[in-house]
């Protein structure tokens, strides 16, 4: 509940003003200059005086409802609930259906007492008796509807015992704001030395080294509320009161090159505007970045809004994510997950243990759903700050003053972290990573890689490595993924990922990629290497292609349509799974099928070779169903 409510509220029962149906005219002379005696010491704030009046005058009348409400506000006034709440109810007893403002009054003295239950009844009642009042009804179905929560979630805790991150990373300073890189291998957070900076830390075998300043992002001003790209090359943060500012806060991007991070600059006029802009969060490519705005088309506070990179690599203007996730309050500090379709936020205007509580809400098919509440004792009374999450989703990190051993606030931030919940955990995730090189010379190369749903055929991860050939990307469990390496000049690459009816994380695909430069009319490339497609697949025992296999199929036909020169071969094979002749016609027809696919995509037959070789060329043991499934495999040669 706002305190300016409460002590609206409580000054209108002090003052007497607000109930209508007053029978302080049944007093006789002595008692109505009692009364009013009364309320001239309580407006000069002298509460013992005025308790002492309105005892006197309710011995002699104890059905005056009027002084038993006024008694009832000095009472909550001193904080004495439980003293305030029996009057209140008293005066309700006598006159049930008397001004409406004595049910609303009950309910504050019993959610002071953290009596929801109750309080929830006494909501509901002023609900149903108010009619004028359009903002008190409203706060007050707000309130109905957190003590209902309330209820609830203090019956149904969830786990959480939050730990300190230690010296390494707490200091006797404030540290907050944390967030972890998409392969916990550090955290950046923020620290408070008169002024605000950032810092980082390291994670060494599961353990945070010393936290060192990020030189070059820091500056004599503040720092603060910042995200970074999945190679934690490009930072967008906060920054407030700078000359080249559009409002007060701003965003603003720095990025890291040659071991150094460049200088600060203003994201611009298409996403700072003249309000509020802060908060964000990215994408693990980059391309799409989330954060909380005041701006002009919010839907009440601060809202969470959405801008993403077009072809060209510009954001775009920014768009309110709607009222599925936004409401008429404050909604703000969005983290989105790894996994791309899971984000927390914060939140005053949902359903809640009281003022900012943690949410998480998912994408289902484009659309972010209703949202979640964390629970209890994650969220308390209190006002519970912005978290980020590890990417397998175990591990949440947030920033509190509250020593929760010794159970007392240190008046200092520092930064835990706590087990998540099986219910509000994201997609399982772990991640991609590698390096992509030349296959001949072994040198580094700017390249394209791209993690695509071989089930939707979405582009989940479209990202261009710098000239070190380093990337690295979120991918959740339970999906078949295809990895795509691609560079002008080269053949592709691809791996294929398949998770699907995993449930939990074993470990990261450590991906090194070779391209192979594609060879000169002069050039020839030896037999050995043969290019495996790892993304074609045939339905058992069949030379059918399944729909999965397409975004193979493309690639190649991709490949051939720019390189028109070139001739290829494609080569089938099987395990040693059925006799040698049956391996053989299999290996062949699924070789052809592919060619018939490639021409079907434009690609002239007479470009076009095909082979099988059946279980004559082995990779791997036929022995295991994993040494199996490599076995059967499709390749291509350039000819």
Not at 4 to 29: E, K, M, P
Not at 104 to 130: C, F, N, V
Not at 412 to 441: C, H, Q, W
Request: aromatic fraction near 10%; proline fraction near 3%.
């Amino acid at each position: 509940m706002k305190k300016r409510c409460v002590i609206l509220s409580i000054l209108l029962l002090i003052s007497g003003f607000i109930f209508a149906q007053s029978n302080s005219n049944n007093l006789s002379t002595k008692h109505q200059k009692l009364f009013e005696e009364a309320k001239i010491a309580a407006a000069k704030g002298d509460d013992k005086k005025s308790i002492k009046l309105y005892e006197k005058l309710l011995k002699a009348n104890p059905s005056f409802t009027l002084g038993l409400l006024n008694l009832g506000g000095i009472y909550y006034s001193m904080k004495n609930y439980a003293k305030a709440e029996e009057l209140f109810a008293n005066a309700i007893s006598i006159q049930p259906d008397g001004n409406p403002e004595m049910y609303y009054s009950l309910a504050l003295a019993q959610t002071k007492q953290k009596k929801y239950g109750l309080s929830a009844r006494s909501w509901k009642e002023y609900i149903d008796r108010e009619k004028t009042n359009t903002k008190k009804i409203e706060n007050a179905k707000r309130s109905y509807e957190n003590a209902l929560f309330i209820e609830n979630a203090l019956k149904n805790p969830v786990p959480f015992e939050p730990k300190n991150l230690g010296p390494t990373v707490n200091s006797p300073m404030s540290e907050y704001l944390p967030f972890l890189s998409l392969d916990g291998s550090a955290i950046v957070f923020t620290r408070n030395l008169g002024q605000e900076d950032f810092y980082s830390s390291k994670s060494v075998n599961g353990e945070f080294q010393m936290a060192e300043d990020m030189r070059g992002m820091n500056t004599h001003k503040n720092e603060g509320a910042h995200t970074l790209s999945a190679d934690g090359r490009y930072m967008v943060f906060t920054a407030c009161d700078r000359r080249d500012a559009f409002g007060g806060c701003d965003l603003y991007f720095s990025t890291f090159e040659n071991g150094a991070w460049s200088n600060e600059m203003n994201m611009g006029h298409i996403i700072n505007s003249a309000a509020w802009d802060s908060q964000p969060t990215l994408s693990a490519d980059g391309k799409t970045m989330y954060f909380a705005s005041n701006r002009l088309g919010t839907l009440g506070g601060s809202d969470i809004w959405m801008t993403f990179r077009d072809a060209k690599g510009k954001w775009v203007i920014p768009t309110n994510l709607g009222a599925n996730v936004n409401t008429k309050y404050e909604d703000s500090a969005p983290f989105l997950h790894g996994d791309g379709q899971t984000m927390y936020f914060t939140s005053d205007g949902r359903p809640g243990m009281g003022d900012m509580d943690v949410y998480i809400t998912r994408k289902v098919e484009g659309q972010w759903q209703l949202p979640l509440n964390l629970g209890y004792p994650i969220n308390t009374e209190g006002v519970e700050g912005p978290i980020c999450v590890s990417l397998d989703g175990t591990k949440a990190f947030f920033s509190s003053d509250y020593d929760y051993k010794a159970k007392k606030n240190t008046g200092n931030l520092d930064i835990l972290s706590f087990e998540m919940p099986a219910e509000v955990r994201p997609i399982a995730s772990t991640y991609i990573k590698g390096t992509v090189r030349d296959a001949v010379t072994k040198k580094t190369l700017r390249s394209e890689i791209t993690l695509r749903n071989l089930v939707t055929n979405e582009d989940l991860f479209v990202y261009t490595t710098g000239d070190d050939g380093y990337y690295i990307t979120g991918v959740a469990v339970g999906g078949k993924y295809a990895v795509i390496a691609q560079k002008s000049g080269y053949l592709y690459y691809t791996q294929h990922i398949d998770m699907v009816g995993s449930t939990k994380v074993n470990k990261p695909f450590l991906f090194d990629i070779e391209l192979q430069p594609i060879p000169s009319a002069k050039e020839m490339i030896s037999k050995d290497k043969a290019i495996v497609l790892n993304n074609l697949f045939f339905e058992t025992g069949s030379d059918v292609l399944l729909s999965s296999s397409d975004v193979e199929i493309q690639l190649l036909a991709d490949l051939m349509t720019i390189n028109k020169d070139i001739r290829v071969k494609i080569i089938g094979h099987t395990d040693n799974v059925g006799t040698d002749q049956e391996n053989l016609i299999l290996s062949k027809k699924r070789a052809q099928a592919v060619v018939n696919a490639l021409v079907g995509k434009g690609i002239a037959s007479n470009r076009l070779e095909s082979e099988g070789i059946g279980e004559m060329s082995p990779i791997d043991t036929n022995d295991t169903a994993e040494g199996r499934t490599k076995n059967r495999r499709t390749e291509f040669k350039i000819l």
